[in-house]
């Protein structure tokens, strides 16, 4: 009786082929290896001993940001340079792109040049426009900013082309104020004088206000509703308390 031997002894990566003139000390077994080859480029092929042949899809990755990572099965990994512009560029103007094998995408500002012969134009580039003309802003930077508004003329002669002029908020003091009295805020306009009247208890305070400050100071007015008596007589608008 003749029993067939395995050669395989349950390891499936073995070919079960036997040779009766082989001189392998296992019974003739010539220990064969199981070709997994599945002839595709872009799978790694191996074996396991319990369930066979495996075919692992390959990982194509050769460390560059800048490379599209693919697959032929003919030809296995290829690593294609992608297009800069189409890639990275997000629709922003401003921005000039490149890539960086290391990071990927990177963008830098771009710089607008002026190519216009006017001192108060300066150019700025808009993310949808590109480089764009824009009039020269001029801040004020001394004490009360906001008194002052700024304004660019090229036909001037100076370093910079700004002027600033006082707002009319700003041109005239506030009014002073007395004892018992509320301090006032006068608005004006620009050459035109303004006089305010305080009184309090017989006093009255003068403050006039002009383009070029303002004064104020008491004077000695007696008061029509103090004065029991003027020089004509009784007074009538005087109350006694």
């Not at 790694?44 to 692992?56: K, L, Q, R």
């Not at 990275?88 to 963008?107: H, R």
Request: glycine share 8%.
């Amino acid at each position: 009786m003749f029993t067939t031997i395995d050669c395989t002894r349950g390891d499936k990566c073995i070919v079960p082929d036997c040779d009766r003139q082989s001189t392998n000390p296992f019974n003739g077994c010539l220990n064969k290896t199981v070709n997994c080859s599945d002839g595709n480029e872009c799978t790694d092929d191996g074996c396991n001993s319990a369930t066979g042949c495996t075919h692992t899809p390959r990982v194509c990755n050769d460390n560059n940001a800048c490379t599209d990572d693919t697959c032929e099965p003919s030809i296995g990994c290829v690593f294609t340079p992608f297009n800069v512009t189409d890639r990275c560029n997000i629709g922003d103007l401003c921005a000039n792109y490149t890539c960086d094998p290391l990071v990927g995408c990177v963008s830098t500002p771009k710089v607008c040049a002026n190519t216009y012969n006017d001192s108060c134009l300066e150019v700025e580039c808009d993310p949808y426009q590109e480089c764009i003309p824009v009039p020269k802003k001029c801040n004020y930077t001394g004490e009360k900013p906001e008194c002052y508004v700024g304004y660019c003329n090229s036909t001037k002669e100076v370093t910079d082309n700004c002027f600033f002029e006082q707002t009319d908020e700003c041109a005239l003091t506030v009014i002073v104020g007395v004892a018992g009295a509320t301090i006032l805020g006068v608005g004006a306009i620009v050459g035109i004088i303004i006089a305010a009247v305080v009184c309090a208890a017989g006093t009255t305070t003068l403050a006039v206000l002009g383009f070029n400050g303002a004064f104020s100071g008491e004077f000695e007015n007696k008061n029509p509703l103090y004065e029991k008596e003027t020089k004509e007589g009784k007074n009538p608008l005087y109350k006694d308390k």
